[in-house]
């Protein structure tokens, strides 16, 4: 059965499986807040061993696809300013949580024109090589993306995402099942994918992503200013976008404008890490 959680099978037990999950709902501070100060509080109602397990089979499925297509670490150089980049970022993370060092990290370069990157919870990082070749990235603007998707992982976003999904999903089964429409199931691992790449992240969720995701970098010694010039190449390159009311992600110009701000605001950790 691997992964898959089953919901029920008629309306009694789901109802009853959704009165055991309400007060399994725990409300908790996944991160510090930083010097950006990232402090909201977020319900879970899946566990940590739970989604790990699922971002890690899902994890290795993407990998072995990409091998089995000959896609996986083509191009060593780019696989090595990927990996140094990641680990510089990863050495820091303690500032915003003490175990982040210790995950078990993972990290490839994936032959694709998609500019693109993601990681998945617990620290499973995939980087596509359209970030080199259409956007040709420095090593601060790679900094600049990866401390972003490091920092959806640190606030495990996709944790907090898939506990949402799942509690919509028990909703639906509950009316399913009163309705005659049978059983309903969550596969965990296809469910961390579809937070992680397969839909978009909320307005919130992105400005709390831009915000550590700078500290990082400067934490780091990379330049916070790079996700500027960062996000400056991807408006030329991304084509039309819809304004920001229409949006899950901020618009361009706010965007830009708030990334100024952090930016600013952790220039001198940046500096300190340049001088050590």
């Avoid at 309306?11 to 510090?32: D, E």
């Avoid at 994918?193 to 970098?217: H, K, M, Q, W």
């Amino acid at each position: 059965m691997g992964n898959r959680l089953f919901i029920g099978r008629c309306g009694l037990p789901l109802l009853v499986l959704w009165t055991l999950m309400l007060p399994a709902c725990q409300t908790v501070q996944t991160t510090r807040a930083g010097a950006v100060g990232v402090e909201r509080k977020q319900a879970m109602l899946l566990s940590v061993d739970q989604v790990n397990r699922g971002a890690d089979q899902a994890y290795r499925q993407t990998i072995a696809e990409a091998a089995k297509k000959g896609t996986l670490n083509r191009n060593s150089a780019q696989v090595s300013r990927v990996r140094a980049a990641a680990r510089r970022l990863i050495d820091v993370t303690g500032a915003f949580r003490g175990d982040a060092p210790g995950w078990r990290w993972e990290v490839n370069v994936i032959t694709s024109p998609d500019v693109n990157a993601w990681c998945m919870p617990g620290g499973k990082v995939a980087v596509y090589t359209g970030l080199f070749e259409r956007l040709n990235a420095t090593d601060d603007e790679l900094a600049a993306v990866l401390g972003h998707e490091i920092a959806h992982a640190l606030r495990e976003h996709g944790r907090e995402r898939a506990s949402q999904q799942m509690a919509q999903g028990v909703a639906i089964g509950i009316l399913g099942a009163a309705a005659g429409l049978g059983e309903a199931g969550v596969d965990l691992a296809q469910l961390v994918a579809n937070v992680t790449y397969g839909l978009p992240n909320s307005r919130e969720f992105e400005r709390e992503a831009d915000r550590i995701g700078v500290e990082l970098a400067a934490r780091a010694g990379f330049d916070p200013r790079a996700a500027v010039s960062l996000w400056r190449k991807m408006t030329r390159t991304g084509g039309a976008r819809p304004p920001q009311f229409l949006s899950t992600h901020p618009s361009d110009d706010s965007r830009i404008r708030e990334l100024q701000g952090y930016a600013a605001r952790v220039m001198p950790l940046y500096e300190s890490a340049r001088r050590r």
